[in-house]
């Protein structure tokens, strides 16, 4: 399970999706978020699906790397599903017994929420697979870069989701290092009720812990080495421009909010 967690990851590549300026890809998947909020037809739904699709067959990701990251989240996906179909009230009764009911409200109303976590899910996703933690920490700097007039702390927030994000992977495969450990000498976490497959998790915390500890102190310690001083004063070896291919983004992303605002209107 824990190597089916593929956020952070990176897949290097040379396709029009991972030229693009990060600044770009971080400022559409933001408009992808929130036109997907605004979608309330199905036509709206498969819209976005075919866009979605769309872009991951330009980067050349394989859409079992994009399930493979929603495999996690089954619970999660199923449980809003349930959540949604049993407990959302209407008149159009589809199945009812004793306290069981389900109405085709509810039905439609659970299947667009799973659909929306999944698509929220595997287009954030797409940011990552595509975009270096480097690129996506300069152009995220970029972006706030005026809020450095109000004395906010750019560059270091910027710095603190770059490493988030690069130490994703490598403390997932320190959690399964510890896991294979704990098993060959004997540990059961894979049998039992739900409370004693969570007790039988507690002896991971403890290592995972102070490995985390110790990686961050040999990060300090080698930033301190290399008089590391902050972003002031700090140039950059590739400076971001944008270029035409990005202008076509933005066009592409506006198309598609004006087709699922019109979808909305016609209520397709």
């Known amino acids: 399970m824990l190597k089916d967690i593929t956020l952070g990851q990176y897949f290097p590549g040379d396709t029009v999706v991972h030229r693009l300026d990060p ?13 997907l ?5 199905w036509g709206g739904y498969a819209l976005v699906i075919a866009a979605l699709a ?27 599903g349930l959540l949604n179909l049993f407990f959302t009230r209407g008149d159009d009764v589809l199945f009812q017994w ?6 085709y409200t509810g039905l439609n109303r659970a299947v667009s929420m799973v659909l929306r976590v999944m698509l929220l899910v595997s287009g954030t996703f797409l940011l990552t697979y595509t975009t ?6 300069d152009g995220l700097e970029r972006l706030l870069s005026p809020l450095n007039k ?24 320190e959690t399964d290092r510890i896991m294979s450990a704990q098993k060959a000498r004997g540990a059961d976490l894979e ?16 290592p995972l812990f102070i490995s985390a500890f110790r990686r961050a102190d040999e990060l300090a310690l080698a930033m301190e080495c290399r008089c590391y001083n902050g972003g002031q004063g700090r140039t950059r070896m590739k400076e971001l421009r944008m270029a035409g291919r990005d202008a076509v983004a933005f066009i592409l992303g ?12 016609l209520g397709i």
């Open 132 to 137: 270096s933690p480097l690129a996506i920490t």
């Open 150 to 173: 109000l004395h906010v702390p750019v560059y270091e927030l910027s710095l603190m989701m770059c490493i988030a994000l690069r130490f994703i992977p490598t403390l997932i495969e």
């Open 37 to 41: 909020f605004l979608v309330n037809t």
């Open 254 to 265: 506006g198309l598609l909010v004006a087709g699922i605002l019109v979808l909305r209107r």
């Open 98 to 103: 004793r306290f069981i009911h389900i109405t």
């Open 23 to 35: 600044r770009t890809k971080l400022i559409l998947t933001v408009v992808y978020i929130a036109a």
């Open 54 to 80: 769309a872009v991951t067959a330009v980067a050349h990701i394989k859409p079992r790397a994009m399930l493979r990251g929603l495999k996690p989240l089954v619970f999660i996906i199923v449980f809003t």
């Open 191 to 206: 049998t039992g009720t739900l409370p004693e497959r969570a007790k039988a998790l507690l002896p991971l915390l403890i």
